[in-house]
């Protein structure tokens, strides 16, 4: 997580949660971006992999043809 300045954001959440966080002591602002930077991590990933899909493809049968590189060289 970075040491960014921070913005305050109004949010709507569930107020089920918003009970049970409290209860448990849980700080809703840092859960809050904690969950949203998972969201933005996830979301690339899964962009990089559609940009990528067709080097992931190549290198994928290449692997299977021919093995993985430098196999003899592995101590296990």
Known sequence: MSHAPRKAANL???SGLMA???ELNINIS???EDGIERA???ERERLW???NVEA???ENEYVEKNGLPFAKYRQF
């Open 12 to 14: 709507s959440l569930d």
């Open 20 to 22: 049970q966080a409290r």
């Open 30 to 32: 840092r859960a809050a």
């Open 40 to 42: 933005i991590r996830s």
């Open 49 to 51: 992999r559609l940009e």
């Open 56 to 58: 992931i493809r190549q």
